[in-house]
Nanobody, 118 residues
């Protein structure tokens, strides 16, 4: 059973930056990729960014050029650096672990709130 523990998030003004971190523990041998999803009130959960253990990345068009995802394979940790944040980035962000990139895995973190507001 994979457990995902998230940290980061919070309140930031438009144009600001935040950093989200997610650490996977226990039975990580099955993880081929990790990623971040977000869900705003009244909307479906959507992919923000994903990364494979080999370093291949995948971003939603809405965050390209502003967000960067990275992975530390040794520590089974994935980082989402979010710059130039906009009010429309406000959502609960969830870490996800999957067997491969472009798949939505069965393992989720508890979610962390990101609020972009002046």
């Amino acid at each position: 059973q994979v457990q995902l523990v998230e940290s980061g998030g919070g309140l930031v003004q438009p144009g600001g930056s935040l950093r989200l971190s997610c650490a996977a523990s226990a039975s990580t041998f099955s993880i081929g990729a990790m990623g971040w999803y977000r869900q705003a009130p009244g909307k479906e959960r959507e992919l923000v960014a994903g990364i494979s253990r080999g370093g291949t990345t995948n971003y939603a068009d809405s965050v390209k050029g502003r967000f960067t995802i990275s992975m530390n394979n040794a520590k089974n940790t994935v980082i989402l650096q979010m710059n130039s944040l906009k009010p429309e980035d406000t959502a609960v962000y969830y870490c996800n672990a999957a067997s491969s990139l472009y798949k939505r895995g069965d393992y989720w973190g508890q979610g962390t709130q990101v609020t972009v507001s002046s």
